[in-house]
């Protein structure tokens, strides 16, 4: 298997290199024809540039090619060669990302392109995986009978929490407990739900919530504009998908109990709750996440290329990890069954993608930027394209583009916090509408496939290590995403949208 990656890294090595000469070529005449409004709204490969700093070359379209082929291997390998993609994809996902991050530093000679992606990714590891081992602390035991109303009622009451520790928090907190509570009947359903309930659409009211949301608060969006606009559509999604997941369990787990021959089992109906002082933990962590320079004038960052990079936060963020791992209950992290293969999966896949998207990202944003790609903004594309796009890339960065576009089309600027605000608060045209599309879009959609959402990655991962098959990449898509959660999807674009 060694070798097989070996010479799958050479291959693609060789085909990266030999495109290098056309590469420079292109990106020399992309230089020259970089004019006018060109030069006032630049892109970093994670959002609009906001300092002084020097204009660079655009990515080859080609340059998606190690993105893509990401891709395909986390949809593939698992159902088709899951030994090896098991025990090497670190390996392919860091290599891949080295790739291109090589092509900006060497060829387009653009480090800041990697180095703001760098710092975006362990902003969102440092968050991930500090409420995944704070919350890995935590254990609760629900005595009761698995019916379709308890089922219910702990996804809506996941839905609520995750506004309040984030859908990783809430994830992390409440994935173990649901899979117990149905402990003899969890089917891959169960989880899928959870994923579109707890892990993304129910995170959607406060900046907390989502880490698309968060990043728009520090860019200037008010903090409470998300529960004010977003409420209805948060409120009609989780309605529909409630009423979906209680037929479905109703009828599946009722054929389920039927056909399992098990003894009579008496209930106290008891909750427990064991290791709670990591609540303490979690409090640190959602309140660290507010201390960041580019708000705060008085927290400390690194100045890089015009910009400020935060690392207080991730520090005390990690130090928090630590502390609450080191410190934990051990009944509640033997009762959890802890371990960090779930966000070290999550770790590596995501370097990966952060890596890879670079070009993909810089590519949509520049189109998205450009008087063609302006005239189509509307609240409608605004809400189909931040959409797909935050289904198969990361949704942060996705919300990020697409309201630096819808933006720059009126005229205003996502580095200037005075203009999000206005922005926000509606004093461009239409415009609290068209972000009102872009953050429920980045949030919904990110449950459409197991990469649209930090957390998704995890689950997925903490539910297969409790003994359940859960579909493949495409099988999540074409078995739930497509048939339940589009569905729906679309009817909130009908309700909201649509027709206004």
């Known amino acids: 298997m060694k070798n097989l990656f070996a ?94 991050i090589f092509y900006y530093l060497f060829v387009l000679h653009n480090v800041h392109g990697p180095v703001h992606a760098l710092a975006e990714y362990v902003q969102f590891i440092a968050l991930l995986s500090s409420l995944y081992i704070a919350s890995g602390g935590i254990l609760i035991e629900i005595d009761k009978k698995a019916t379709p109303f308890a089922n219910v009622t702990l996804l809506l009451v996941g839905a609520l929490v995750s506004n309040m520790i984030g859908t990783t928090g809430a994830s992390m907190l409440l994935i173990r407990p649901f899979i117990r509570l149905n402990k003899g009947n969890i089917q891959p359903y169960h989880i899928i739900f959870f994923i579109f309930m707890v892990s993304n659409i129910g995170g959607s009211l406060t900046p907390i919530g989502d880490p698309p949301l968060f990043l728009g608060f520090l860019k200037g969006v008010p903090f409470f504009w998300t529960i004010e606009y977003n409420w209805p559509a948060w409120a009609l999604a989780l309605i529909l998908l409630a009423s979906v997941f209680y037929f479905i369990d109703k009828k599946l ?74 410190f934990a209950d051990k009944k509640a992290i033997k009762g959890n069954e802890f371990n960090f293969e779930p966000i070290l999966e999550v770790a590596f896949i995501f370097i990966g993608i952060f890596g890879t998207m670079m070009p993909a990202l810089e ?23 931040t959409g797909v796009l935050s289904g198969v890339l990361d949704n942060a960065p996705t919300y990020l583009n697409f309201l630096a576009a819808a933006m720059a089309s009126q005229g205003a600027e996502i580095g200037s916090i005075e203009d999000v605000r206005n922005f926000a608060l509606n004093n461009y045209h239409d415009s609290a509408f068209e972000l009102m599309a872009i953050s429920l879009a980045s949030v919904f959609f990110g449950a459409m496939t197991y990469i649209g959402n930090g957390p998704n990655f995890m689950v997925k991962s903490i539910a297969e290590q409790s003994g359940i098959k859960m579909p493949s990449f495409f099988g999540y898509i074409i078995r739930f995403s497509l048939p339940i959660l589009l569905r729906i999807l679309l009817i909130i674009w009908l309700v909201f949208f649509a027709f206004v």
């Open 7 to 100: 010479v799958f890294i050479f291959v693609f090595g060789m085909v990266f290199l030999s495109l290098i000469p056309e590469a420079i070529a292109q990106t020399e005449t992309q230089t020259e024809m970089a004019v006018g409004d060109s030069a006032d709204h630049h892109h970093d490969g994670q959002g609009v540039h906001e300092g002084g700093h020097k204009d660079h070359p655009s990515a080859p379209v080609w340059l998606v090619i190690p993105f893509v082929a990401l891709l395909l291997m986390i949809a593939t390998g698992p159902l088709f060669y899951e030994n090896f993609w098991h025990h090497n994809y670190p390996k392919i996902a860091v290599g891949l990302a080295m790739l291109v």
């Open 253 to 326: 787990g009722k054929a389920n109990e039927e056909d399992a021959l098990e003894e009579e089992m008496t209930y106290t109906n008891k909750f427990a709750l064991i290791g709670s002082r990591n609540f303490l933990w979690l409090l640190v962590i959602i309140g660290s996440v507010f201390l960041d320079p580019n708000v705060l004038d008085w927290v400390p960052a690194i100045n890089y290329d015009g910009q400020k990079f935060s690392f207080l936060r991730e520090i005390i963020m990690l130090s928090v990890a630590y502390m609450s791992f080191r």
């Open 363 to 385: 590519l949509v944003g520049n189109f998205a930027k450009s008087p063609e790609g302006a005239a189509l903004i509307t609240h409608n594309t605004l809400y189909w394209g």
